[in-house]
Every structure is written in structure tokens, then in C-alpha cells.
């Protein structure tokens, strides 16, 4: 039975504060903080326990080995030498951003009747390009099953970041649905990540009908004001689209052929006159994860505590709930060790819609494999890690060693 699953990526004991996110706020304003891989890491699992409390299948992959020594040998370069700015890039433990992992297209929408996925490439920004290799790996093996296709990245210099561009409209996950890719056009201070050529690349990949895949303009706007991806600005669930006013280039236009391709779209519009667009970054609003809750329940959006304690923002959601909207729940979660660092509730998770028998049960998350996930965090993460620290010999060999601790605890030694 298909059923959607969110796989959450576990905050590796690398998390740190280097500002690398050219056109991230949130990390551009935090650089040089100090992290705290523990804590951060420990939120992630509270996250993934309270959505299993509300019945939704969880997954979670395994942070990357970290810090890359071998992406810097390819520069010339060791963990000793490198210049703090190729060391920071080393020591990132950005794919605990899951959203950014892959392109993922359920089997009712594609021509051969596979869930594909293809890995994304991240080349935008120096930290993330070295992401695609130890993240394929993974994803072939949660994956491996002949129900999925998982493919390589688009190449350079074509952009991809994901599912955080990546939205799907149905009548239920287990539907056939319509796939709506974002893109962004460059110009400006901040980069656009997703490209249009790369996002056609995906579309063809997963065989999916022409007539029912769109390529849709993220606004200028939006990048420029810090909503690096379409995530931070929209996000869709089943049949309802819940965006802000300044999200798409042509909002018109945009709105007009989601509604030709999907005429029981329900679009949930914030005005930017309610809440505005820096308010809706710096909450990350639409950085929830908008999902629909066992047993008619309606559906149910998981936020970040930010958004309660910002009020315009929180005084346009209690209104919404109170009325006849689809969004009937609302559920505050704290990940502000993420949130500090450019990432909300929806960056940590990548959707797969697929039957749960045909995924490495590895990958797969219950109470008690929670539990021993959050031993193995408490016993080994790094309490507090300052910039400073990313040049220590001794740390780097903690964080290998915390890693390698987790896979055993797991049984997935070979993706050591």
C-alpha cells in the first residue's frame, strides 16, 4: 500500500555555525555563533517522535562522514592546511536538510510505474556540491527495491536542489497527481539555486506526461528577500497549496495553470499585507510540513516555535483555523538549533511516497529505534562546537567516531 513517509536527516556531530549559505539570513546571521551538535541533533529526533505520535510513517538517514578529508585532497589540501573557509566547507553537516537530497516522483506520476529519485547535485554552493556522492550512496541502499529508480545528478552547471523546488498536487498520495517544478532566474545578490534546464532534466528522468508537469518561476522577490528555495515560500499537500502572495514571478499566471492542470487545487494564499515577506522567512511559515492526518482528521501543519512567536504569522494562522480552511491543526515544534542555521521543520525531511515493505527496514523509524538513536547522540555528539574548534585534530577524530558509533548502533556499516 503506497503511503507518504518523511525521512528526516539526523543532525550529524558536525553542525556548526560558518554563515556558508550565500542568500540564507538565517545562517548568514548566525555565522560564528556556537553550535550545539547535541542539542541540535536531540530536537531532530523530537521531531520525528512527535510525528509518529500523530501516526505519520518516519524515516531518517545518516549524516555524511564528516569533516570531507578527501573532497579537500581533490583541492590540494588537508584538514590541517586548508584555509578556514575550505575547512568550514569541509565540516558541514548540511545534508541534515533531507528537502535537498532528492527529486522524488511517486510511481502513480511516472510512465514506468517507479518511484524515482534522483539525487541532487547542490553545485550552487561549495559546501553542499560534495553532498551527492555519500547521499546516492544512501539512497540506493534504503531504496534498492525494483519498485524504485534512483538516479545519479543532473550535471554541472545545471542547478538542483531537490524537493525543496519540487511540489506534487493529488487527490491522494497513492493517486496520480500533478508535479510542479520551481525554478529561479539569476540576477541580484542572492543566487537562484534551482535551474530551469535541471528541473526539465528531473521531469524526463521520471518519465513523467508532459501534460501534467509544470515548470513555474519562483519570484525575484522571494530570492532576493532570502527564500533560497520554493520551500521557504510555498509548500503543497494532496490537494491544497498553501503559498504566500509574492511566492511565483507570475502569480496570475502561476495560479491560473496550477488550476488548468489540477481543477480541484485548493490554493491557501497568505497576503503579504497579513503577514510579510520577512516575516514569513524569518518564521519560516512555509518551511512546515503540511501533511494529512490518519483517520479524516483533515490535515495538520508541523511549524517551528518561531512561527508561534511571531505574530503576524501566528494571528493569520489561528484566524485561518478558526474558519473553514483545509489546515485544521496546528503543531508547534522546537528546532532551533536548525532554525538558526537556515533550516526548518521541512528542510529536514525528504517525502517518499511508496509501500513501507519496499524500503530498507534500516531506514525505517520506531519508538525504540529512536531511542537508541538519541543513546548513541547523547553518549558521543559534541556538546558545543565554536568556529575555532573546526581546526582541531582531536575533534575531528571525536565527530568520525561519533558517526561510526551511529551506523553500528544501526547496522549500516557500509555506508562507513
Same mark, same amino acid.
Given at each position: 500500500?503506497?503511503?507518504?513517509?518523511?525521512?528526516?536527516?539526523?543532525?550529524?556531530?558536525?553542525?556548526?555555525?560558518?554563515?556558508?549559505?550565500?542568500?540564507?539570513?538565517?545562517?548568514?546571521?548566525? !555565522?560564528?555563533?556556537?553550535?550545539? @551538535?547535541?542539542?541540535?541533533?536531540?530536537?531532530?529526533?523530537?521531531?520525528?517522535?512527535?510525528?509518529?505520535?500523530?501516526?505519520?510513517?518516519?524515516?531518517?538517514?545518516?549524516?555524511?562522514?564528516?569533516?570531507?578529508? !578527501?573532497?579537500?585532497?581533490? *583541492?590540494?589540501?588537508?584538514?590541517?592546511?586548508?584555509?578556514?573557509?575550505?575547512?568550514?566547507?569541509?565540516?558541514?553537516?548540511?545534508?541534515?536538510?533531507?528537502?535537498?537530497?532528492?527529486?522524488?516522483?511517486?510511481?502513480?506520476?511516472?510512465?514506468?510505474?517507479?518511484?524515482?529519485? $534522483?539525487?541532487?547535485?547542490?553545485? $550552487?554552493?561549495?559546501?553542499?556540491?560534495?553532498?551527492?556522492?555519500?547521499?546516492?550512496?544512501?539512497?540506493?541502499?534504503?531504496?534498492?527495491? @525494483?519498485?524504485?529508480?534512483?538516479?545519479?545528478?543532473? @550535471?554541472?552547471?545545471?542547478?538542483?536542489?531537490?524537493?525543496?523546488?519540487?511540489?506534487?498536487?493529488?487527490?491522494?498520495?497513492?493517486?496520480?497527481?500533478?508535479?510542479?517544478?520551481?525554478?529561479?532566474?539569476?540576477?541580484?545578490?542572492?543566487?537562484?539555486?534551482?535551474?530551469?534546464?535541471?528541473?526539465?532534466?528531473?521531469?524526463?528522468?521520471?518519465?513523467?506526461?508532459?501534460?501534467?508537469?509544470?515548470?513555474?518561476?519562483?519570484?525575484?522577490?522571494?530570492?532576493?528577500?532570502?527564500?533560497?528555495?520554493?520551500?521557504?515560500?510555498?509548500?503543497?499537500?494532496?490537494?491544497?497549496?498553501?503559498?504566500?502572495?509574492?511566492?511565483?514571478?507570475?502569480?496570475?499566471?502561476?495560479?491560473?495553470?496550477?488550476?488548468?492542470?489540477?481543477?480541484?487545487?485548493?490554493?491557501?494564499?497568505?497576503?503579504?499585507?497579513?503577514?510579510?515577506?520577512?516575516? !514569513?522567512?524569518?518564521?519560516? *511559515?512555509?518551511?512546515?510540513?503540511?501533511?494529512? *492526518?490518519?483517520?479524516?482528521?483533515?490535515?495538520?501543519?508541523?511549524?517551528?516555535?518561531? !512561527?508561534?512567536? $511571531?505574530?503576524?504569522?501566528?494571528?493569520?494562522?489561528?484566524?485561518?483555523?478558526?474558519?473553514?480552511?483545509?489546515?485544521?491543526?496546528?503543531?508547534?515544534?522546537?528546532?532551533?538549533?536548525?532554525?538558526?542555521?537556515?533550516?526548518?521543520?521541512?528542510?529536514?525531511?525528504?517525502?517518499?511516497?511508496?509501500?513501507?515493505? $519496499?524500503?530498507?527496514?534500516?531506514?525505517?523509524?520506531?519508538?525504540?529505534?529512536?531511542?537508541?538513536?538519541?543513546?548513541?547522540?547523547?553518549?558521543?555528539? @559534541?556538546?558545543?562546537?565554536?568556529?575555532?574548534?573546526?581546526?582541531?585534530?582531536?575533534?575531528?577524530?571525536?565527530?568520525?567516531?561519533?558517526?561510526?558509533? *551511529?551506523?553500528?548502533?544501526?547496522?549500516?556499516?557500509?555506508?562507513?
Amino acid at each position: 500500500m503506497l503511503t507518504e513517509i518523511n525521512f528526516d536527516g539526523i543532525i550529524g556531530p558536525t553542525h556548526n555555525y560558518a554563515g556558508l549559505s550565500r542568500g540564507n539570513i538565517a545562517s548568514a546571521s548566525h !555565522a560564528g555563533d556556537v553550535s550545539q @551538535p547535541r542539542a541540535a541533533a536531540l530536537q531532530g529526533i523530537e521531531k520525528m517522535r512527535h510525528n509518529l505520535a500523530l501516526g505519520l510513517p518516519q524515516g531518517f538517514f545518516m549524516p555524511l562522514d564528516r569533516p570531507d578529508a !578527501a573532497w579537500l585532497e581533490t *583541492l590540494g589540501t588537508s584538514l590541517d592546511n586548508a584555509e578556514p573557509h575550505l575547512r568550514a566547507q569541509a565540516w558541514s553537516a548540511s545534508s541534515m536538510w533531507a528537502a535537498n537530497a532528492a527529486t522524488v516522483s511517486p510511481a502513480p506520476d511516472s510512465g514506468d510505474g517507479k518511484c524515482h529519485l $534522483t539525487v541532487a547535485n547542490l553545485v $550552487t554552493m561549495p559546501h553542499r556540491s560534495h553532498e551527492w556522492q555519500g547521499t546516492l550512496a544512501q539512497l540506493r541502499l534504503a531504496f534498492a527495491h @525494483p519498485a524504485f529508480a534512483v538516479h545519479g545528478p543532473i @550535471p554541472a552547471p545545471f542547478g538542483d536542489e531537490g524537493a525543496a523546488n519540487h511540489m506534487r498536487l493529488c487527490n491522494g498520495h497513492d493517486q496520480s497527481g500533478v508535479e510542479i517544478f520551481v525554478y529561479g532566474v539569476g540576477g541580484g545578490r542572492f543566487p537562484a539555486r534551482q535551474h530551469l534546464d535541471a528541473s526539465k532534466a528531473l521531469a524526463r528522468h521520471h518519465r513523467l506526461d508532459p501534460a501534467r508537469t509544470l515548470f513555474i518561476r519562483q519570484s525575484d522577490t522571494a530570492i532576493q528577500g532570502g527564500a533560497f528555495h520554493n520551500d521557504v515560500v510555498a509548500v503543497a499537500n494532496e490537494h491544497v497549496l498553501f503559498t504566500h502572495e509574492t511566492a511565483f514571478e507570475d502569480r496570475e499566471g502561476a495560479h491560473a495553470q496550477i488550476r488548468a492542470a489540477f481543477p480541484d487545487v485548493e490554493i491557501v494564499e497568505v497576503p503579504a499585507s497579513a503577514v510579510s515577506l520577512s516575516d !514569513a522567512i524569518k518564521s519560516y *511559515l512555509f518551511n512546515a510540513q503540511l501533511v494529512s *492526518l490518519p483517520d479524516g482528521g483533515g490535515m495538520g501543519l508541523v511549524l517551528p516555535t518561531e !512561527a508561534r512567536d $511571531t505574530p503576524s504569522v501566528w494571528n493569520w494562522l489561528e484566524a485561518h483555523v478558526a474558519g473553514n480552511g483545509p489546515i485544521r491543526r496546528l503543531y508547534p515544534v522546537d528546532v532551533r538549533q536548525s532554525m538558526a542555521n537556515g533550516g526548518g521543520p521541512a528542510c529536514l525531511r525528504l517525502r517518499v511516497v511508496a509501500d513501507p515493505a $519496499t524500503v530498507d527496514p534500516r531506514f525505517v523509524a520506531d519508538t525504540a529505534k529512536l531511542d537508541r538513536i538519541a543513546d548513541v547522540i547523547a553518549a558521543h555528539w @559534541p556538546e558545543a562546537i565554536a568556529p575555532s574548534d573546526l581546526a582541531s585534530t582531536a575533534l575531528a577524530a571525536d565527530v568520525v567516531r561519533a558517526r561510526r558509533a *551511529l551506523l553500528d548502533a544501526l547496522d549500516l556499516g557500509e555506508l562507513g
